[in-house]
């Protein structure tokens, strides 16, 4: 309903400043964000095929085998690697940040630098809670001798989550980066 909220303040300032968009929305990098929202969708990617190594109850590959045949890997370096990929798509939202505020883009500057922080920002914040849970179902692969069906349903929960985190970023996406 949050999201639902930002999108209406988007379009309505919009709708009221359509200069202000103009000259805001020149300023964005939309290459880089472009970029920056493959790694998030691919991340998705990562996350079910960890899902499904969950499902069958396969943890982590087997002890001796190398990192590098990806063929033997279990939900845990899956999840290793979704959450990488996560972590990158944050360090990206940090520096285009770093580049709006170089050009007088800020929270306060105006109506539409408090909606995009806002909007992207409060996005960023869900990304990083399901970073969280990743580490706490990776840190569990550690912690347990049994991989039950509990320890699979806490990975597809945080998959479902991972998934809605991917698809209100696309909504984002296409809303800031891609309407004119």
Same mark, same amino acid.
């Given at each position: 309903? #949050? #999201?639902?909220?930002?999108?209406? #303040? /988007?379009?309505?300032?919009?709708?009221?400043?359509?200069?202000?968009? *103009?000259?805001? &929305?020149?300023?964005?990098?939309?290459?880089?964000?472009?970029?920056?929202?493959?790694?998030?969708?691919?991340?998705? !990617?990562?996350?079910?095929?960890?899902?499904?190594? *969950?499902?069958?109850?396969? =943890?982590?590959?087997? !002890?001796?085998?190398?990192? &590098?045949?990806?063929? *033997?890997? @279990?939900?845990?370096?899956?999840? =290793?690697?979704?959450?990488?990929?996560?972590?990158?798509?944050?360090? @990206?939202?940090? /520096?285009?940040? *770093?580049?709006?505020?170089?050009?007088?883009?800020?929270?306060?500057?105006?109506? /539409? @630098?408090?909606?995009?922080?806002?909007?992207?920002?409060?996005?960023?914040?869900? !990304?990083? @809670?399901?970073?969280?849970?990743?580490?706490?179902?990776?840190?569990?692969?550690?912690?347990?001798?049994?991989?039950?069906?509990?320890q699979a349903t806490g990975a597809v929960v945080t998959s479902y989550y991972w998934h809605f985190v991917d698809v209100v970023w696309i909504a984002l996406f296409i809303m800031i980066y891609v309407l004119k």
């Open positions: 309903m #949050f #999201f639902a909220a930002l999108f209406a #303040f /988007y379009f309505t300032i919009r709708g009221h400043e359509p200069q202000m968009w *103009a000259e805001n &929305t020149a300023i964005l990098n939309i290459p880089f964000a472009l970029a920056n929202t493959i790694i998030l969708v691919i991340s998705s !990617v990562w996350c079910q095929l960890g899902v499904l190594q *969950a499902e069958k109850g396969v =943890v982590a590959r087997p !002890v001796g085998t190398p990192l &590098t045949k990806v063929s *033997a890997w @279990g939900m845990r370096e899956w999840y =290793v690697l979704t959450y990488i990929f996560g972590a990158i798509f944050i360090a @990206g939202q940090v /520096y285009e940040y *770093a580049h709006l505020v170089a050009e007088n883009v800020t929270l306060s500057s105006d109506a /539409y @630098g408090s909606v995009f922080y806002l909007a992207t920002g409060f996005h960023g914040m869900h !990304v990083t @809670g399901g970073l969280i849970a990743f580490l706490l179902i990776i840190g569990r692969t550690f912690t347990t001798r049994r991989y039950t069906h509990a």
